[in-house]
């Protein structure tokens, strides 16, 4: 599983709506309007966009290989 978070500004809307967008293309599901969960990999041309977009530095991408609850702490 991937979570991808991201913190884009304000002033950057059309890049969040971009991203948002790619993100559903891509089967991931919306958390939060910027938390994404999905179980595909993401492409090497979703990251290179991603740099183009100069967004890079304002999105994380986290792979999550072990699932967990609260209930077992």
């Known amino acids: 599983m991937k979570i991808v978070l991201f913190d884009i500004p304000e002033k950057e809307s059309a890049q969040r709506a971009w991203l948002r967008e790619v993100l559903k293309?891509?089967?991931?599901?919306?958390?939060?309007?910027?938390v994404w969960v999905g179980?595909?990999?993401?492409?090497?041309?979703?990251?290179?966009?991603?740099?183009?977009?100069?967004?890079d530095k304002f999105v994380e991408i986290l792979?999550?290989?072990?699932?967990?609850?609260?209930?077992?702490?």
């Open 63 to 73: 792979a999550v290989t072990k699932s967990g609850t609260l209930r077992q702490l």
């Open 25 to 34: 293309n891509l089967k991931f599901t919306m958390l939060q309007k910027s």
């Open 39 to 55: 179980n595909s990999s993401l492409p090497e041309e979703f990251m290179n966009d991603l740099r183009a977009r100069g967004i």
